[in-house]
Structures are given as structure tokens and as C-alpha cells.
């Protein structure tokens, strides 16, 4: 059973440009998390999607960011004319219902 | 919202010594996991432990949850055992929410 499958796993944008990062999910697991690693914040939610639903967006910031969950196909996190703030690690988690929670290798997104 | 504190936050072992990793919450939580992020940077889950003890090779957790703390057993270290070992909890309706400890960075030398 292949674990949680985040790609690229690093990129790099210069500022001004989009940013998206995929995720597939475990086999089986319909809900979809994502969260960012800042070096000095540590990891940090930002936002829990099920099959086509947005469930939570609380830790998302307000502007540039978004996220899907289409029916077909891996979880999208989109970052909008990237900034050098946004350099961080991006990870990716899944689970079969709301509870123990599988991640991925996780993006390195680096701003240029 | 809830806090989560990792104790110590760095730790040096000489190569077969055994450690004990602890963290402490601020609330009652119905989610708990154990990570150990390697330095290449990867997530590597450890544990579901929301209570009780559960054991993995030379690795065990134990969580007691109405004293609000969980420990992580490391026996017979190993350089591969070398990395942050994060805590993360949850609680309530919004459990899947984890909220991290800032982890606890072990060094094990040969």
C-alpha cells in the first residue's frame, strides 16, 4: 500500500509566480490535510478537505492561497504570486476517517 | 488554543543508550501522535496514542491523558534514530486538527 504521495518534492518559483503542490492520498482515505513547516513557527494546520468539500480552512492565510479536493484526481494546494515568506516545507497528510493521520515527504518550496 | 510542550529539547546519546522523550498538553485531547522527522526531512508517523501504552520494537509510547502528558520510549539508540521527534494533538470535534510541540532534536553518536 503506497503511503501518501506528494510531488515535486522540491520546486522553485520566483517571486510573482504560482506555486501548485499535489498530494494523493493513501488508498482508502478520503480526508485530506495540509500543513506548512516555517523554521521558526514549526508545523502549523491549514486546511482539512474531503472529496470536493472544503471542511476546514482555518489555518489558511486569507489571500493567495487555496485548496481543492476534486472527485477525480490528487489534492491541489495553490499559492498565488508566491512571496519569499512562503518558502517553507508544505506537507501533505491523509486518513481514512478523522483520526490517526498519514504524511508525506512533504514540498520544499523555495522563493527566489 | 491548546499548547503542546516537548521536553528536553535537544538530546545527545552515545550509540545503545536508552531516552526518554515527554510531552506535556494544556487540555484533554482525544488525538495524539508521535512523528520522528528524519534529516532529510521526512514525516514519519510512530504512534496513534490518544491513552495507554502502546510498544513498536525499541520504540514505546505511554499517554496518560487525565495528567495531560505522553512519553516516548527510545531503547538501544541507533544513529538512524538521529532527528526531531514531534508530539501533535488534537481534541474535541476538530481532533484532526493537530496542534505540534517544537519537537525535540536527538543526536545519537556512534
Known amino acids: 500500500n503506497a503511503g501518501v504521495m506528494q510531488n515535486p518534492r522540491h520546486l522553485v518559483r520566483r517571486r510573482g509566480q504560482e506555486a501548485r503542490l499535489r498530494c494523493s492520498p493513501m488508498k482508502g482515505h478520503s480526508h485530506v490535510y495540509w500543513y506548512r513547516q516555517l523554521p521558526e513557527e514549526g508545523l502549523k494546520f491549514m486546511v482539512y478537505?474531503?472529496?470536493?468539500?472544503?471542511?476546514?480552512e482555518s489555518g489558511m492565510p486569507k489571500e493567495r492561497f487555496s485548496a481543492e479536493f476534486p472527485k477525480e484526481g490528487p489534492s491541489i494546494l495553490r499559492i498565488q504570486q508566491v512571496v519569499r515568506g512562503d518558502s517553507a516545507a508544505y506537507f501533505c497528510?491523509?486518513?481514512?476517517?478523522?483520526?490517526?493521520?498519514?504524511f508525506g515527504q512533504g514540498t520544499r518550496l523555495t522563493v527566489v | 488554543g491548546i499548547q503542546v510542550e516537548q521536553s528536553p529539547p535537544d538530546l545527545i546519546l552515545q550509540e545503545g543508550a536508552n531516552s526518554t522523550l515527554r510531552c506535556n498538553f494544556s487540555d484533554s485531547v482525544n488525538n495524539l501522535q508521535w512523528f520522528h522527522q528524519n534529516p532529510w526531512g521526512q514525516l514519519i508517523n510512530l504512534f496513534y496514542?490518544?491513552?495507554g501504552t502502546k510498544q513498536n520494537g525499541r520504540l514505546s509510547a505511554t499517554t496518560v491523558a487525565t495528567e495531560r502528558y505522553s512519553l516516548l520510549y527510545i531503547s538501544s539508540s541507533q544513529t538512524t534514530d538521529s532527528g526531531v521527534y514531534f508530539c501533535a494533538v488534537g481534541s474535541g470535534g476538530s481532533n484532526y486538527k493537530l496542534t505540534f510541540g517544537k519537537g525535540t532534536l536527538l543526536t545519537v553518536n556512534p
Open positions: 478537505l474531503q472529496k470536493e468539500n472544503i471542511i476546514d
Open positions: 497528510a491523509s486518513s481514512p476517517s478523522r483520526t490517526e493521520a498519514f
Open positions: 496514542i490518544p491513552s
